[in-house]
């Protein structure tokens, strides 16, 4: 997020970063990270996978629903903010 200032002013949405340390501040990146090590366990090399494999990996956790998101996913709620 080295352009997080040129970001905000762009697109009128605040970046918060949390603080070192801290990962109670990081509830949903905590929660993120581990339905991702479920696909890809702490370690994995990532060079031995294709972009195809790692974007369907992305698709699945994209359309896999939230309860923090009121059980809707991430691409609806980001589908939604884009309208």
């Not at 090399?45 to 629903?65: C, G």
Request: hydrophobic share 35%; proline share 6%; aromatic share 8%.
């Amino acid at each position: 997020m080295a352009e997080h200032a040129r970001f905000t002013i762009a697109t009128d949405v605040d970046v918060y970063f949390c603080d070192p340390q801290s990962p109670w501040q990081r509830g949903s990146n905590e929660n993120t990270n581990g339905l991702l090590r479920q696909y890809l366990p702490k370690g994995t090399d990532l060079s031995r996978f294709t972009q195809a494999e790692l974007d369907a990996i992305a698709a699945k956790l994209n359309t896999r629903p939230r309860e923090t998101l009121g059980f809707k996913t991430p691409a609806d709620i980001l589908s939604t903010a884009l309208r």
